[in-house]
């Protein structure tokens, strides 16, 4: 019996033993953070609006951004694939257009990353989000793609009068201000197709 309780105390003793307490200003450890939350914090540039401000913004305009790609790459799609009677002039005039439309991009995107949001991040994201159809037809008339890009410009610039009520409800000036520029562009390419895909009056003008 003595033998036995003398056993149990060295092994009471070497448990204690064993779990010393942290000497007095020794760092402790601390838990690491979800690769999640590293990498999201390295992209918050600093800003004054909130997070669900930055969130809702940023989510609108990627929707904008994803439309602004759709389009871009449908009018590319239609200026190389142009022909009949009036080819010069629909040819560059969509030349024209998809500049314009591709130079909007990377501004959009960039506003998205001032304010602290994130933005598009592939093909496949543009997919998701896009509310402008494709058009993979081996053969489309000329004054059909012209229609097509009135009601897909109309398209897009319903897609930035979102963006410009999210911003605008959050006191975003600096977007909204940018976004009217591109709705005002839109409604100009959508005036300059509607005008040429217009069928001559009986004068033939």
């Not at 998809?98 to 130079?103: G, L, R, V």
């Not at 598009?120 to 097509?148: F, Q, W």
């Amino acid at each position: 019996m003595a033998r036995n309780a003398t056993t149990r105390t060295e092994a009471k003793s070497g448990s204690r033993a064993g779990s010393k307490a942290p000497a007095r200003g020794a760092a402790r450890a601390q838990p690491a953070l979800p690769d999640r939350d590293a990498g999201s914090n390295r992209l918050d540039t600093p800003s004054d609006f909130s997070p669900e401000a930055v969130l809702a913004i940023s989510d609108a305009l990627k929707v904008a951004l994803a439309d602004t790609f759709a389009l871009y790459l449908k009018t590319k799609n239609f200026h190389w694939h142009m022909s009949g009677a009036h080819f010069r002039d629909y040819h560059l005039m969509l030349d024209e257009q998809s500049e314009q439309i591709y130079a909007s991009t990377d501004e959009l995107a960039e506003r998205a990353r001032k304010i602290g949001g994130t933005t598009l991040r592939s093909i496949g994201h543009i997919a998701r989000l896009s509310t402008i159809k494709d058009n993979d037809a081996e053969y489309v008339a000329p004054e059909d793609m012209l229609r097509e890009l009135v009601n897909d410009n109309k398209t897009l610039t319903r897609s930035l009068r979102k963006a410009h009520a999210v911003a605008d409800e959050h006191d975003d000036c600096a977007t909204t201000s940018l976004l009217e520029n591109f709705i005002d562009t839109a409604e100009r390419r959508t005036w300059f197709l509607f005008e040429a895909a217009r069928a001559p009056d009986r004068d033939g003008r």
